[in-house]
């Protein structure tokens, strides 16, 4: 992690020791390990899945979320700390051990956040969750209208673009829509004289810019962050859902620094932040993220 923060520029020095403390994110994924770079931050816990009432995780997936998005580096004596150590967590378990679930948790899930938004002060919801094309198209209008009310209900709702690239129209069919901002994800690389590339699996809008998706795109390859196994304090993964949470953490500075930004002057200042990686539009949306310069703004 410190590698990436290196990346998109979010030390400590360049964030002038923002931490997201007082911003609440809450975590649609497989559930949240009790993991000593998160302790007591988890603000709540609702499960979905198997109906258990204590924070867990029988995937990791979740885990590795929140740890890029406030994991404190406790264990790693910093090395592996999320980009908001400050953040605290309400985490609802929408997928299974295997990362499967289906669209009736993930709607329960945001019902959840939205019904338990100011009790835990939450602000963001992340989505590093993946859904493909939805059969019923009834079902598919109700989880799209439930994440609506969240982004107008004052939730910043920021979803992965998936990891189904690099074929054209293959963003997750949540990131498509205008209440999220979705992010895919470049290599992240920092050899001199490279070239910045998306990851070939990181999800594109369509070839003829019909919809202009993802919005921006994070490094998502090769990060190292929380794992729930008790011989391994952490694990490496790839992947948009890594890219997802770095920008919901960045967004939990932005929000401890001035808590009155409303949804739509944050994914203004998203969309300022980013450089030009000259690649297409529909790969790198407006561009790689840059978190120094979206707190400047």
């Known amino acids: 992690m410190n590698r990436v923060k290196r990346v998109v520029h979010a030390t400590a020095a360049e964030v002038n020791g923002l931490s997201g403390k007082g911003v609440t994110a809450a975590v649609l994924d497989t559930g949240i390990a009790l993991h000593p770079d998160l302790s007591g931050r988890i603000a709540g816990f609702a499960d979905?899945?198997?109906?258990?009432?204590?924070?867990?995780?029988?995937?990791?997936?979740?885990?590795?979320?929140?740890?890029?998005?406030?994991?404190?580096?406790?264990?790693?004596?910093?090395?592996?700390?999320?980009?908001?150590?400050?953040?605290?967590?309400?985490v609802c378990k929408v997928l299974d051990e295997r990362g499967d679930g289906n669209v009736a948790a993930m709607i329960e899930g945001i019902r959840y956040v939205l019904d338990t938004r100011r009790i835990y002060h939450t602000r963001i919801l992340n989505i590093s969750v993946g859904i493909g094309s939805i059969r019923e198209?009834?079902?598919?209008?109700?989880?799209?209208?439930?994440?609506?009310?969240?982004?107008?209900?004052?939730?910043?709702?920021?979803?992965?673009?998936?990891?189904?690239?690099?074929?054209?129209?293959?963003?997750?069919?949540?990131?498509l829509q205008a209440h999220?901002?979705?992010?895919g994800c470049h290599d992240g690389r920092q050899t001199p004289g490279h070239k910045n590339a998306c990851a070939a699996y990181s999800g594109r809008g369509p070839a003829n810019g019909r919809v202009k998706k993802p919005d921006l795109v994070a490094p998502g390859k090769n990060i190292m962050a929380c794992s729930p196994g008790a011989g391994n304090l952490y694990s490496m993964k790839s992947g948009t859902s890594m890219s997802t949470p770095l920008v919901s953490g960045a967004i939990a500075l932005a929000l401890e620094k001035d808590p009155l930004l409303t949804n739509l002057e944050v994914k203004m200042m998203l969309r300022e932040s980013t450089e030009d990686m000259g690649l297409p539009r529909n790969q790198q949306g407006w561009g790689k993220f840059n978190c120094q310069k979206f707190l400047a703004l």
């Open 137 to 175: 198209a009834a079902l598919e209008q109700e989880l799209l209208s439930w994440i609506a009310k969240a982004w107008n209900a004052g939730l910043f709702v920021a979803v992965a673009a998936g990891n189904n690239g690099p074929a054209p129209d293959s963003v997750s069919a949540m990131g």
């Open 48 to 90: 979905f899945v198997g109906g258990q009432k204590q924070p867990y995780d029988d995937s990791g997936h979740g885990t590795h979320v929140a740890g890029c998005l406030c994991g404190n580096g406790k264990c790693s004596n910093g090395l592996y700390a999320g980009i908001a150590p400050g953040c605290r967590l309400v």
């Open 180 to 183: 999220v901002v979705s992010v």
